[in-house]
């Protein structure tokens, strides 16, 4: 059964945010009434039931919410497990909308029924995320993928996202005033993902960048059957990663596939100055060859020069504790600042050190095992000590606005590659020459 309508205006989405709250305010007296009278009440039963009522109005809101759903949902080392496996499924599991709203909005852009401008056209989504859902359409012989925003989405996405601003600050201990550039950040390129003509050109500057990697298949966009809200492109067959991952593909094919990813990413950072920066496993298809297919071009990170010639100092230097060009290139990345006192230094570089050689490990290896688990739990595990680390969380908030999106890119890498159990050549990109 497809959502028929969706919350638009400020105060009916505000409204419901309130009404989650105080849904889970009920689950917390739930919870302790039951420690009260003797019975079994767990505080993971707890996170269930609010993680549960959380998605429940992300997804029924969709957008901003939404959208922050899923990027929370990328990695465990922030929140309980219970609202981690709740929001992924905002990854491609989302309530649809129903039909007729879907013919709505095209006889909005087009002044069309999509059985107009489609010989065939599903009925139903095959695939909802948080900002729009896609349906299958079919001219001729030639099968499209036709994906189609959620009403209002774009209008309400700066509201929303205020909304949830000074949550997210008071759960991250920061204060409003440091924050605000990387809310800022987040904030544009959410709008970004909202306007379908520019994933149209993120999607040609990437597929042109990218398009003479072996490998690697992008579908081709119909700019005719495109609107800022509906964006039409050809059909790629095959599964999904998570689909081809259940059929138990060989050893041999996970690393083949998980060195077609990590190729893909360093060849986009390295030589276009340009990461697409959303990599989650349903914006990447397998082929029937066993090949890799890029489907979503929504959110496309470009690198500035200054950023990428600190982050190669940076590379080169990192294993060098004190050197100068560390220290320069940690001042150049916002990790340092000039106003710190010797103890913030030294707290700093500490916890820099000790994350770098961890987090770094495959650039410095010819090979790494991405199947190793001991390596992602200690990620989590050190992640969780610094966010409980009284001398680390009493400084300001540290780094370039643009680590934002380009550590989303390289966490989400590495949880494929982890979901792939996959072993690859890692080294050689290390120190490319630009």
Same mark, same amino acid.
């Given at each position: 059964m497809g959502q028929d309508k969706i919350a638009v205006?400020?105060?009916?989405? @505000?409204?419901?945010?309130?009404?989650?709250? =105080?849904?889970?305010?009920?689950?917390?007296?739930?919870?302790?009434?039951?420690?009260?009278?003797?019975?079994? @009440?767990?505080?993971?039963?707890?996170?269930?039931?609010? =993680?549960?009522?959380?998605?429940? =109005?992300?997804?029924?809101?969709?957008g901003g919410p939404l959208k922050v759903a899923q990027m929370l949902s990328m990695g465990d080392q922030v929140l309980p497990k219970a609202y981690v496996d709740q929001f992924a499924l905002a990854q491609n599991q989302?309530?649809?909308?129903?039909?007729?709203?879907?013919?709505?909005?095209?006889?909005?852009?087009?002044?069309?029924? +999509?059985?107009?401008?489609?010989?065939?056209?599903s009925t139903e989504a095959v695939n909802a995320a948080s900002i729009?859902?896609?349906?299958?359409?079919?001219?001729?012989?030639?099968?499209? @993928?036709?994906?189609?925003?959620?009403?209002?989405? =774009?209008?309400?996405?700066?509201?929303?996202?205020?909304?949830?601003? +000074?949550?997210?600050?008071?759960? /991250?201990g920061l204060k409003k005033k440091e924050v605000a550039p990387y809310f800022e950040e987040v904030e544009r390129?959410?709008?970004?993902?909202?306007?379908?003509r520019k994933e149209l050109q993120n999607a040609n500057e990437i597929i042109?960048?990218?398009?003479?990697?072996?490998?690697?298949?992008? +579908?081709?966009?119909?700019p005719q059957l495109s609107t800022d809200r509906i964006i039409t492109m050809t059909w790629l067959k095959g599964l999904s990663l998570n689909d081809w991952l259940a059929t138990d593909p060989s050893q041999e094919d996970r690393n083949r596939i998980g060195q077609l990813l990590w190729d893909f990413y360093q060849h986009q950072f390295h030589l276009l100055r340009v990461i697409h920066a959303d990599p989650h496993p349903g914006n990447f298809i397998i082929t029937p060859e066993n090949e890799l297919g890029v489907i979503d071009f929504g959110c496309?990170?470009?690198? +500035?020069?200054?950023?990428?010639?600190s982050y190669e100092k940076l590379m080169r230097s990192g294993q060098e504790q004190d050197s100068p060009e560390l220290i320069d290139a940690l001042f150049a990345l916002e990790l340092l600042h000039d106003g710190d006192s010797e103890k913030d230094q030294a707290t700093i570089m500490g916890v820099f050190g000790s994350m770098f050689q961890l987090v770094g490990q495959p650039f410095y290896s010819e090979t790494f095992d991405f199947s190793n688990d001991s390596f992602f739990e200690k990620i989590y595990s050190t992640g969780m000590a610094l966010s409980k680390d009284s001398s680390y969380r009493n400084l300001s908030a540290r780094g370039s606005r643009h680590f934002?999106?380009?550590?989303?890119t390289y966490f989400g890498?590495?949880? /494929? /590659?982890?979901?792939?159990? @996959?072993?690859i050549h890692t080294g050689q990109w290390t120190f490319i020459a630009a």
């Amino acid at each position: 059964m497809g959502q028929d309508k969706i919350a638009v205006s400020k105060y009916q989405r @505000a409204g419901k945010l309130v009404n989650t709250g =105080a849904k889970v305010g009920a689950n917390y007296m739930k919870h302790y009434a039951k420690k009260l009278t003797g019975s079994k @009440a767990t505080k993971q039963d707890l996170e269930e039931e609010n =993680a549960k009522d959380d998605y429940s =109005a992300f997804s029924e809101l969709k957008g901003g919410p939404l959208k922050v759903a899923q990027m929370l949902s990328m990695g465990d080392q922030v929140l309980p497990k219970a609202y981690v496996d709740q929001f992924a499924l905002a990854q491609n599991q989302v309530t649809p909308l129903s039909l007729p709203l879907v013919r709505k909005t095209f006889r909005k852009y087009f002044e069309k029924d +999509p059985l107009q401008l489609f010989d065939e056209f599903s009925t139903e989504a095959v695939n909802a995320a948080s900002i729009g859902q896609v349906h299958k359409g079919r001219k001729g012989k030639q099968e499209f @993928a036709i994906k189609i925003q959620y009403p209002g989405v =774009a209008d309400s996405l700066q509201s929303d996202l205020r909304l949830i601003a +000074p949550i997210a600050t008071r759960f /991250l201990g920061l204060k409003k005033k440091e924050v605000a550039p990387y809310f800022e950040e987040v904030e544009r390129k959410l709008m970004e993902e909202t306007d379908y003509r520019k994933e149209l050109q993120n999607a040609n500057e990437i597929i042109s960048g990218c398009g003479n990697l072996e490998g690697i298949h992008f +579908p081709e966009f119909d700019p005719q059957l495109s609107t800022d809200r509906i964006i039409t492109m050809t059909w790629l067959k095959g599964l999904s990663l998570n689909d081809w991952l259940a059929t138990d593909p060989s050893q041999e094919d996970r690393n083949r596939i998980g060195q077609l990813l990590w190729d893909f990413y360093q060849h986009q950072f390295h030589l276009l100055r340009v990461i697409h920066a959303d990599p989650h496993p349903g914006n990447f298809i397998i082929t029937p060859e066993n090949e890799l297919g890029v489907i979503d071009f929504g959110c496309i990170k470009h690198i +500035p020069s200054d950023f990428y010639a600190s982050y190669e100092k940076l590379m080169r230097s990192g294993q060098e504790q004190d050197s100068p060009e560390l220290i320069d290139a940690l001042f150049a990345l916002e990790l340092l600042h000039d106003g710190d006192s010797e103890k913030d230094q030294a707290t700093i570089m500490g916890v820099f050190g000790s994350m770098f050689q961890l987090v770094g490990q495959p650039f410095y290896s010819e090979t790494f095992d991405f199947s190793n688990d001991s390596f992602f739990e200690k990620i989590y595990s050190t992640g969780m000590a610094l966010s409980k680390d009284s001398s680390y969380r009493n400084l300001s908030a540290r780094g370039s606005r643009h680590f934002i999106y380009f550590n989303r890119t390289y966490f989400g890498l590495y949880q /494929l /590659l982890h979901q792939l159990k @996959a072993n690859i050549h890692t080294g050689q990109w290390t120190f490319i020459a630009a």
